[in-house]
Antibody, heavy 116, light 112 residues
Framework: QVQLVQSGTEVKKPGASVNVSCRASGYIFATYGISWVRQAPGQGLEWMGWISVYNGNTNYAQKFQDRVTMTTDTFTNTAYMELRTLTSDDTAVYYC?????????WGQGTLVTVSS | DIVMSQSPLSSPVTLGQPASISCRSSQSLVHSDGNTYLSWLQQRPGQPPRLLLY???NRFSGVSDRFSGSGTGTDFTLKISRVEAEDVGIYYCVQATQIPYTFGQGTKLEIK
């Protein structure tokens, strides 16, 4: 069955970077893109961008354009999302999801807390 | 950016009764390829979101047929024919027609 398993909780200081991983199994990794969505505590969902596993093309929300990098490793079937220059506003649960327009399977989420 | 507006934001429903959630977009969600990329997600307490419906009315694998979607252009509706206890959670519409993809604020479904 399709599974996306994300890395564990992170605590970071303001100004630092975080790298969240998302390991996929149960399907051919290169045939779907990976999207990233975040959810601040008690808030709604916010789309960050997606990456084509097939050719590495990315599409980032303008809000994160300067601070985010999404990559994939087809040898380990893992997607990565790096977010830099963190502030307290980046405290959220970060989700990976399979697909671009149809986010059909989701990871369990990774809590990133930014605090001094 | 396309703004997605859901109503109601909270919906207390009696078990076994129907429920309906509306989602409106600030512009048409019909893509140049002819598809309308409007999905509905369910997020149960403490869980990640789960896809229910995509392209307005297509039920995702394993989703109960109690869930149905309809609408065109800028107005969309999610209907639950008979609410069960496991349906408690927050429901989001999301558009993937235009980047950045955007979500509705969420509608909290609770049992009366």
């Amino acid at each position: 069955q399709v599974q996306l398993v994300q890395s564990g909780t992170e605590v970071k200081k303001p100004g630092a970077s975080v790298n969240v991983s998302c390991r996929a199994s149960g399907y051919i990794f290169a045939t779907y893109g990976i999207s990233w969505v975040r959810q601040a505590p008690g808030q709604g969902l916010e789309w960050m961008g997606w990456i084509s596993v097939y050719n590495g093309n990315t599409n980032y929300a303008q809000k994160f354009q300067d601070r985010v990098t999404m990559t994939t490793d087809t040898f380990t079937n893992t997607a990565y999302m790096e977010l830099r220059t963190l502030t307290s506003d980046d405290t959220a649960v970060y989700y990976c999801a399979r697909g671009y327009r149809r986010l059909d399977y989701w990871g369990q989420g990774t809590l990133v807390t930014v605090s001094s | 950016d396309i703004v997605m507006s859901q109503s109601p934001l909270s919906s207390p429903v009696t078990l076994g009764q129907p429920a309906s959630i509306s989602c409106r977009s600030s512009q048409s969600l019909v893509h140049s390829d002819g598809n309308t990329y409007l999905s509905w997600l369910q997020q149960r307490p403490g869980q990640p979101p789960r896809l229910l419906l995509y392209k307005v009315s297509n039920r995702f694998s394993g989703v109960s047929d109690r869930f149905s979607g309809s609408g065109t252009g800028t107005d969309f509706t999610l209907k639950i024919s008979r609410v069960e206890a496991e349906d408690v959670g927050i429901y989001y519409c999301v558009q993937a027609t235009q980047i950045p993809y955007t979500f509705g604020q969420g509608t909290k479904l609770e049992i009366k």
